[in-house]
Protein backbone atom coordinates (compact mmCIF):
# COMPACT_ATOMS: atom_id res chain seq x y z
CA UNK A 1 0.00 0.00 0.00
CA UNK A 2 1.25 4.04 -1.18
CA UNK A 3 0.56 6.02 2.02
CA UNK A 4 -0.34 9.81 1.61
CA UNK A 5 2.71 10.09 4.13
CA UNK A 6 5.05 8.40 1.65
CA UNK A 7 3.79 10.82 -0.99
CA UNK A 8 4.09 13.91 1.01
CA UNK A 9 8.08 12.48 0.86
CA UNK A 10 10.25 14.26 -1.71
CA UNK A 11 10.73 11.73 -4.93
CA UNK A 12 12.68 11.73 -8.38
CA UNK A 13 11.30 12.03 -11.64
CA UNK A 14 11.79 11.34 -14.76
CA UNK A 15 10.30 13.53 -17.64
CA UNK A 16 9.78 11.64 -20.59
CA UNK A 17 8.87 12.85 -24.48
CA UNK A 18 7.98 10.57 -26.78
CA UNK A 19 7.38 11.45 -30.55
CA UNK A 20 6.05 9.24 -32.50
CA UNK A 21 7.40 8.41 -35.89
CA UNK A 22 4.86 6.51 -37.45
CA UNK A 23 0.87 5.95 -36.28
CA UNK A 24 0.06 5.02 -33.12
CA UNK A 25 -2.52 2.43 -32.28
CA UNK A 26 -3.49 1.91 -28.81
CA UNK A 27 -6.94 0.31 -28.59
CA UNK A 28 -9.56 1.20 -26.09
CA UNK A 29 -12.01 -1.24 -24.79
CA UNK A 30 -15.75 -0.93 -25.38
CA UNK A 31 -17.11 1.48 -28.45
CA UNK A 32 -16.76 5.44 -28.78
CA UNK A 33 -18.43 6.02 -31.62
CA UNK A 34 -15.73 5.07 -34.23
CA UNK A 35 -16.60 2.67 -36.90
CA UNK A 36 -13.28 1.06 -35.78
CA UNK A 37 -13.54 -2.14 -34.36
CA UNK A 38 -10.62 -1.21 -32.23
CA UNK A 39 -10.62 2.50 -31.23
CA UNK A 40 -7.68 4.47 -30.02
CA UNK A 41 -7.81 5.36 -26.48
CA UNK A 42 -8.45 8.75 -25.40
CA UNK A 43 -8.90 10.26 -22.24
CA UNK A 44 -11.73 12.56 -21.14
CA UNK A 45 -10.52 15.26 -22.62
CA UNK A 46 -10.36 13.34 -25.78
CA UNK A 47 -6.66 13.45 -26.03
CA UNK A 48 -4.80 10.72 -27.17
CA UNK A 49 -3.22 8.82 -24.90
CA UNK A 50 -0.20 6.06 -24.07
CA UNK A 51 -1.43 4.32 -20.57
CA UNK A 52 0.47 4.16 -17.62
CA UNK A 53 0.22 0.72 -17.48
CA UNK A 54 0.95 -0.08 -20.99
CA UNK A 55 4.55 1.51 -20.26
CA UNK A 56 5.08 -0.08 -16.63
CA UNK A 57 4.32 -3.41 -18.54
CA UNK A 58 6.99 -2.86 -21.13
CA UNK A 59 9.49 -1.30 -18.63
CA UNK A 60 9.11 -4.50 -16.37
CA UNK A 61 9.88 -6.59 -18.89
CA UNK A 62 12.85 -4.91 -20.14
CA UNK A 63 14.10 -4.46 -16.81
CA UNK A 64 13.99 -8.71 -16.29
CA UNK A 65 15.77 -8.75 -20.10
CA UNK A 66 18.44 -6.76 -18.79
CA UNK A 67 18.54 -8.05 -15.22
CA UNK A 68 18.65 -11.89 -16.30
CA UNK A 69 21.58 -10.83 -18.60
CA UNK A 70 23.66 -9.74 -16.31
CA UNK A 71 23.44 -13.04 -14.46
CA UNK A 72 20.96 -11.86 -11.41
CA UNK A 73 18.46 -14.00 -10.58
CA UNK A 74 14.80 -12.81 -11.69
CA UNK A 75 11.43 -14.95 -10.50
CA UNK A 76 8.59 -14.99 -13.43
CA UNK A 77 5.80 -12.19 -13.97
CA UNK A 78 2.90 -11.91 -14.24
CA UNK A 79 1.65 -15.48 -12.46
CA UNK A 80 1.76 -14.78 -8.46
CA UNK A 81 2.79 -18.27 -8.15
CA UNK A 82 6.30 -17.62 -9.73
CA UNK A 83 6.89 -14.54 -8.33
CA UNK A 84 8.78 -13.18 -5.31
CA UNK A 85 8.56 -14.67 -2.50
CA UNK A 86 6.49 -18.05 -3.99
CA UNK A 87 8.95 -18.61 -7.24
CA UNK A 88 7.45 -21.90 -7.57
CA UNK A 89 9.41 -24.28 -9.46
CA UNK A 90 12.07 -21.59 -10.09
CA UNK A 91 15.59 -22.44 -9.56
CA UNK A 92 18.22 -19.78 -8.69
CA UNK A 93 20.29 -17.78 -6.41
CA UNK A 94 17.37 -16.04 -4.02
CA UNK A 95 19.06 -16.20 -0.99
CA UNK A 96 21.82 -13.65 -1.66
CA UNK A 97 21.54 -10.57 0.82
CA UNK A 98 20.60 -8.09 -1.96
CA UNK A 99 17.40 -9.92 -2.15
CA UNK A 100 16.46 -9.17 1.31
CA UNK A 101 13.87 -5.90 1.67
CA UNK A 102 13.35 -4.53 5.34
CA UNK A 103 10.22 -3.56 4.56
CA UNK A 104 8.95 -7.38 4.26
CA UNK A 105 7.65 -8.56 7.79
CA UNK A 106 8.48 -12.47 7.10
CA UNK A 107 12.16 -12.29 7.41
CA UNK A 108 12.73 -15.37 5.09
CA UNK A 109 11.19 -13.80 2.63
CA UNK A 110 13.47 -12.73 -0.63
CA UNK A 111 12.55 -10.34 -3.53
CA UNK A 112 14.53 -10.22 -6.76
CA UNK A 113 15.93 -6.75 -7.87
CA UNK A 114 12.79 -6.87 -10.45
CA UNK A 115 10.17 -7.12 -7.48
CA UNK A 116 12.16 -4.54 -5.51
CA UNK A 117 11.35 -1.95 -7.91
CA UNK A 118 8.08 -2.85 -9.41
CA UNK A 119 6.02 -5.26 -6.62
CA UNK A 120 4.84 -8.29 -6.48
CA UNK A 121 1.83 -9.61 -4.31
CA UNK A 122 3.81 -8.64 -1.34
CA UNK A 123 5.37 -5.95 -2.09
CA UNK A 124 3.74 -1.97 -3.40
CA UNK A 125 5.97 -0.85 -6.40
CA UNK A 126 8.20 2.18 -5.73
CA UNK A 127 7.82 3.86 -9.03
CA UNK A 128 4.83 5.50 -10.02
CA UNK A 129 4.01 5.97 -13.98
CA UNK A 130 1.82 8.52 -15.66
CA UNK A 131 -0.24 8.07 -18.61
CA UNK A 132 1.82 9.77 -21.69
CA UNK A 133 -0.47 12.54 -22.96
CA UNK A 134 -0.68 13.69 -26.75
CA UNK A 135 0.44 17.25 -26.36
CA UNK A 136 -1.77 18.41 -30.02
CA UNK A 137 -4.99 19.80 -29.63
CA UNK A 138 -7.33 16.91 -30.89
CA UNK A 139 -9.56 19.03 -33.14
CA UNK A 140 -6.58 18.80 -35.69
CA UNK A 141 -6.21 15.38 -35.23
CA UNK A 142 -8.51 13.36 -38.12
CA UNK A 143 -10.48 9.98 -37.22
CA UNK A 144 -7.96 7.76 -39.57
CA UNK A 145 -9.02 4.26 -40.01
CA UNK A 146 -7.31 0.99 -41.31
CA UNK A 147 -8.28 -2.11 -42.62
CA UNK A 148 -6.54 -5.29 -41.41
CA UNK A 149 -7.38 -9.02 -42.05
CA UNK A 150 -6.91 -11.88 -39.85
CA UNK A 151 -4.16 -14.24 -41.75
CA UNK A 152 -4.19 -18.16 -41.44
CA UNK A 153 -0.28 -19.13 -40.11
CA UNK A 154 -0.82 -22.58 -41.08
CA UNK A 155 -2.06 -21.96 -44.80
CA UNK A 156 -0.23 -18.26 -44.99
CA UNK A 157 -3.51 -16.98 -46.49
CA UNK A 158 -6.18 -14.58 -45.47
CA UNK A 159 -8.87 -15.74 -43.09
CA UNK A 160 -12.63 -15.75 -45.02
CA UNK A 161 -14.60 -13.22 -42.92
CA UNK A 162 -11.32 -11.87 -41.01
CA UNK A 163 -11.68 -8.38 -41.83
CA UNK A 164 -11.46 -5.73 -39.55
CA UNK A 165 -10.78 -2.17 -38.78
CA UNK A 166 -8.30 -0.27 -36.25
CA UNK A 167 -8.19 3.28 -35.36
CA UNK A 168 -4.57 5.01 -35.49
CA UNK A 169 -3.17 8.85 -35.13
CA UNK A 170 -2.19 10.31 -37.95
CA UNK A 171 0.97 8.65 -40.31
CA UNK A 172 3.79 10.25 -40.05
CA UNK A 173 2.99 13.79 -37.69
CA UNK A 174 5.40 13.38 -35.17
CA UNK A 175 2.93 13.21 -32.63
CA UNK A 176 4.26 14.09 -29.03
CA UNK A 177 3.13 12.59 -25.89
CA UNK A 178 4.43 13.23 -22.69
CA UNK A 179 3.96 12.50 -18.84
CA UNK A 180 6.65 11.55 -15.67
CA UNK A 181 8.00 8.69 -14.00
CA UNK A 182 8.04 9.20 -10.34
CA UNK A 183 10.38 7.40 -8.01
CA UNK A 184 9.45 7.10 -4.27
CA UNK A 185 11.23 7.64 -1.59
CA UNK A 186 12.54 3.66 -0.85
CA UNK A 187 13.06 2.82 -4.29
CA UNK A 188 16.26 1.86 -4.63
CA UNK A 189 18.99 3.14 -6.82
CA UNK A 190 19.39 0.55 -9.33
CA UNK A 191 15.57 0.52 -9.85
CA UNK A 192 16.45 4.08 -11.18
CA UNK A 193 19.45 2.41 -13.41
CA UNK A 194 17.79 0.07 -14.71
CA UNK A 195 14.27 1.73 -15.73
CA UNK A 196 17.03 4.30 -17.52
CA UNK A 197 18.17 1.32 -19.36
CA UNK A 198 15.22 -0.22 -20.25
CA UNK A 199 13.62 2.74 -21.65
CA UNK A 200 16.96 2.71 -24.45
CA UNK A 201 15.48 -0.73 -25.78
CA UNK A 202 11.98 0.19 -26.71
CA UNK A 203 11.32 1.37 -30.37
CA UNK A 204 7.44 1.25 -30.15
CA UNK A 205 4.14 1.27 -28.09
CA UNK A 206 1.10 -0.08 -28.66
CA UNK A 207 -0.29 -2.49 -31.26
CA UNK A 208 1.02 -3.72 -34.48
CA UNK A 209 4.18 -3.14 -34.16
CA UNK A 210 5.45 -5.36 -36.98
CA UNK A 211 3.40 -3.54 -39.45
CA UNK A 212 4.95 -0.54 -38.41
CA UNK A 213 3.32 1.31 -35.82
CA UNK A 214 3.77 2.90 -33.09
CA UNK A 215 7.43 3.22 -33.54
CA UNK A 216 8.82 6.21 -31.11
CA UNK A 217 12.39 8.62 -30.47
CA UNK A 218 12.46 9.58 -26.68
CA UNK A 219 13.36 12.29 -25.10
CA UNK A 220 14.30 11.65 -21.40
CA UNK A 221 15.70 13.92 -18.70
CA UNK A 222 19.17 12.90 -17.72
CA UNK A 223 19.22 11.11 -14.26
CA UNK A 224 22.12 11.27 -11.80
CA UNK A 225 22.90 7.48 -11.39
CA UNK A 226 26.54 7.39 -9.42
CA UNK A 227 29.02 4.96 -11.43
CA UNK A 228 28.77 2.72 -8.29
CA UNK A 229 25.17 1.77 -9.07
CA UNK A 230 26.18 0.58 -12.57
CA UNK A 231 29.06 -1.28 -11.31
CA UNK A 232 27.34 -3.00 -8.57
CA UNK A 233 24.51 -4.12 -11.39
CA UNK A 234 27.22 -5.15 -13.56
CA UNK A 235 28.70 -7.59 -11.12
CA UNK A 236 25.52 -9.94 -11.10
CA UNK A 237 26.04 -13.50 -10.63
CA UNK A 238 29.25 -13.20 -8.98
CA UNK A 239 27.47 -11.26 -5.58
Not at 68 to 94: H, V, Y
Not at 144 to 162: D, L
Not at 199 to 220: E, F, M, R
Amino acid sequence: MITLTTLNRPTTNISLTVTIDSALCVGAGGSSGSLADKPIIRNADKKLLIPASQLKGRLRHECEKIARALQWSICESPKAETMCPQRKGLDGNFEREAYRVSSDPIEKNRHCLICQIFGNPVLPSQVLFDDLICTEDPENLPEVIRPGVTINRRRQTAEENKLYFLETSPANAQLQFKGDIHFLPDCPDFGKALIYASLQHINALGGSKSSGLGWLTWNITKLDIDESVWQSLAKGGES
